[in-house]
């Protein structure tokens, strides 16, 4: 299992989440770890894979995400209270990190209690295999606390569970996960847990889901036809980063891919 972050970048991350409504800059957030700027921004990126004003848009944009489910604020006073002057700045941003507008996040609970619903009465799933020179990303998946429910796996480009994965998959608990087709590159494995009982509120903003990050990057040089990683959930911690790719986005493209599966065979 992965360690926590150097503790002045524990720190820093701390100090973000207490004054995520004020104002922050690099020589602010640098001087509360004791470094300078260049120093302070060099150790972060290091430890986390993003630089830290990027990772406080990430919080910030969780932060959106709250207030477009739980208050009735338009759209454009939301981005400017969290630092962007221009709607269509962060109507931008929020759709290319949460992989919907804000507008559509905003109504997508019906959805997600749909996808869920749909999902739980499969029960039982399994992604197209199509012939592929590709390698097959697999492992196992272990928990720190049992669930009943399925687990969301995807590979990002980024240590950051953002944007639509470049690869991805959907399995049940305590089982065994199979991405395939996987080409040759660098990336990161991000997962998390969706457990039956869980309201559409706590699926589109996941604060207590179980999860798991990986903070060295996973090399798939295609000369080998499976690549394992096993997948360790554990509950969240402080310095989880955000999961801000909706998760409603994600359990809805499983389906579609399994419906596009069943007319294939039909």
Not at 11 to 35: F, K, N, S, V
Not at 186 to 204: E, G, H
Request: proline share 8%; hydrophobic share 40%.
């Amino acid at each position: 299992m992965e360690h926590s972050y150097l503790p002045s970048v524990h720190d820093a991350i701390t100090y973000m989440h207490e004054h995520l409504h004020e104002p922050m800059d690099l020589a602010g957030l640098a001087a509360q770890a004791a470094y300078s700027p260049y120093h302070f921004s060099r150790l972060f990126k290091k430890s986390v894979g993003v630089p830290p004003l990027y990772y406080l848009s990430a919080l910030r944009l969780q932060w959106a995400k709250e207030l477009l489910l739980e208050t009735a604020l338009p759209i454009r006073d939301i981005g400017m209270e969290i630092g962007q002057q221009s709607v269509g700045t962060f109507t931008t941003s929020f759709a290319s990190r949460v992989g919907m507008t804000p507008g559509v996040f905003r109504a997508s609970a019906a959805a997600t209690e749909e996808s869920l619903s749909s999902l739980r009465k499969a029960r039982h799933w399994a992604e197209p295999v199509f012939p592929s020179t590709e390698t097959c990303v697999k492992g196992r998946i272990y928990s720190e606390a049992p669930f009943e429910g399925f687990v969301l796996i995807g590979l990002f480009p980024r240590p950051m569970p953002e944007g639509v994965p470049l690869y991805g998959t959907l399995c049940e608990a305590s089982d065994e996960y199979c991405i395939r087709g996987v080409k040759p590159g660098v990336y990161f494995m991000m997962a998390t847990s969706v457990a039956w009982k869980m309201k559409a509120a706590d699926i589109l903003i996941p604060h207590r889901t179980l999860r798991t990050r990986s903070k060295e990057p996973c090399h798939v040089d295609g000369a080998l036809a499976e690549e394992n990683r096993d997948v360790y959930l554990y509950p969240p911690r402080l310095d989880d980063p955000p999961i801000l790719i909706s998760l409603s986005l994600l359990m809805n493209n499983f389906l579609k891919r399994q419906a596009e599966t069943a007319i294939g065979k039909k």
